[in-house]
């Protein structure tokens, strides 16, 4: 492939992502009116639906605010392990914080975070709940500890087979429950290698489900957590000894997740609110409002400081970083991302630093220019020469997200959902900055920088 027809390629490809970046940044319905003396146009666009087979688009794609620019609540609980074992702690907070998600899911709360944290020897968990004002509501939604039982399958009148709910079908506890069980793990079908769920109970719940199975024998027994359904198996035989197997067609992802699920009745931790506070909807629209004029002044000025001082340049690297800002937006729609304003500030901060790689480079074709070079050698060098700078600055940043970020739940480094929020877009926009910046403004500039004429 030549030079000019790999140059073609890149710009194709530039162009396909922006226009792709722009119809996903599209709102679901973005009005049109116009209006002047007896002419009147009204007409709404609607976002289009992306269904490319396996992989399909139709979803919200609308932005995700955070709790500071949404409102809402904002809980942190404190759990009691005492009790329970070491080697038990980190599954059974995994299994509280699973439940809780669940429950806030189940009653419609949206963009819940639920996030751990251990401060000292204290666990915590951290649950922010968008849209959500009323803390008494919110202390009510997340309600006690994880509650398991068992319940047994009824036969319903055909009348009312087709209105039936899955609670109509299991509507009774049998007695047997989340006490009773003693652990649950995960296992490999020996014959098909697949993952099954294991379950064990203590005496007096292995002569509970002993007698449950004989009854059930042909039927399903349900196994509900917190009034929710979790699994529905049906009874092959009668079970004795305490011990059975949950089998089906699951991945080893959703094992774990049952297993998880089951523990959590298995060794109920008790959690105690420790703080609360809330966030109106008015304060979040004036810190959105407030963000958006200072990130808007702020481009712009950058945009005019590279346009006097660059000339065509500075168009050139303009236009990159409009490619770079419809990008960084499908990505926050796609991924997707909660927003939040310290994620707005990560974002701006992104923006500097793309434009400071522009800078760099066009500083060192400046130089090669001056030293007699022609425009396109010039080019070339001042984007290997500077790359260096660009490379080793980058990389700085991206180390000190993956610190601020801290994916490893750290105790010595700080787990705020804020801090993270400003880590994510930082890291995500050094990322996005790299590409526009070597593939887009790279491009650009040989598509429009034409090489001397030979004589």
């Known amino acids: 492939m030549t030079k000019s027809n790999k140059i073609r390629r890149n710009f194709w490809l530039v162009l396909f992502i922006s226009i792709f970046a722009l119809l996903v940044d599209l709102p679901q319905e973005l009005p049109l009116n116009f209006k002047y003396k007896d002419f009147e146009f009204q007409k709404t666009i609607k976002r289009p639906q992306f269904d490319l087979g396996p992989i399909s688009f139709g979803k919200d794609l609308d932005l995700k605010l955070g709790l500071d620019l949404a409102g809402g609540a904002s ?12 080697e038990n702690i980190k599954t059974s907070l995994e299994a509280l914080k699973g439940n809780i998600e669940k429950r806030v899911n189940f009653f419609g709360v949206s963009e819940t975070t639920v996030r751990t944290s251990k401060q000292a020897d204290k666990h915590r ?7 959500l004002v009323d803390v008494d509501q919110a202390i009510a939604l997340i309600g006690q500890t994880a509650q398991l039982d068992f319940r047994k399958e009824v036969q319903l009148p055909p009348e009312a087979t087709e209105t039936a709910t899955f609670l109509d079908v299991f509507p009774q506890p049998s007695g047997l429950n989340g006490s009773h ?25 292995a002569k509970l489900f002993a007698d449950l199975t004989e009854q059930m024998a042909g039927k399903r027994i349900a196994i509900f957590l917190d009034q929710f359904p979790v699994s529905a198996p049906v009874v092959n035989e009668k079970i004795t000894g305490g011990m059975a197997v949950i089998s089906g067609n699951f991945s080893l992802e959703e094992s774990k997740a049952l297993v998880a699920q089951l523990n959590a009745g298995a060794l109920p931790v008790p959690i105690k609110l420790i703080e609360h506070r809330t966030v109106g909807p008015t304060l979040g629209q004036e810190s959105i409002q407030k963000g958006i004029q200072a990130g808007l002044l ?12 660059y000339g065509g340049l500075g168009i050139i690297a303009s236009l990159g970083l409009l490619v770079y800002g419809l990008v960084t937006l499908a990505l926050y729609k796609l991924i997707p991302i909660t927003l939040t304003f310290p994620g707005i500030t990560g974002f701006l901060l992104s923006v500097g630093m ?18 007699g070079k022609n425009k396109n050698i010039a080019m070339e060098l001042g984007f290997g020469r500077a790359w260096d700078s660009i490379r080793d600055a980058n990389v700085c940043t991206l180390i000190t997200g993956f610190i601020l970020f801290n994916p490893f739940d750290w105790s010595f480094l700080s787990s705020s959902g804020m801090i993270r929020g400003f880590a994510v877009t930082l890291l995500l926009g050094i990322l996005v900055s790299l590409f526009t910046g070597i593939l887009v403004t790279r491009t650009l500039m040989r598509l429009f920088i034409k090489p001397p004429k030979k004589i």
């Open 75 to 86: 809980l942190t609980f404190e759990a009691d392990f005492e009790g329970i074992e070491e």
């Open 125 to 131: 968990l951290l649950i922010e709940l968008p849209g």
């Open 181 to 205: 069980l003693t652990q649950s793990t995960v296992q490999f079908d020996q014959n098909t290698g697949k993952p099954q769920v294991s379950l064990e109970f203590n005496s007096e719940g």
């Open 298 to 309: 702020g481009i712009v000025i950058v945009v005019l400081f590279m346009i006097l001082n």
């Open 354 to 371: 793309a434009v400071d790689s522009n800078i760099l480079i066009f500083e060192r074709m400046k130089e090669e220019v001056q030293s």
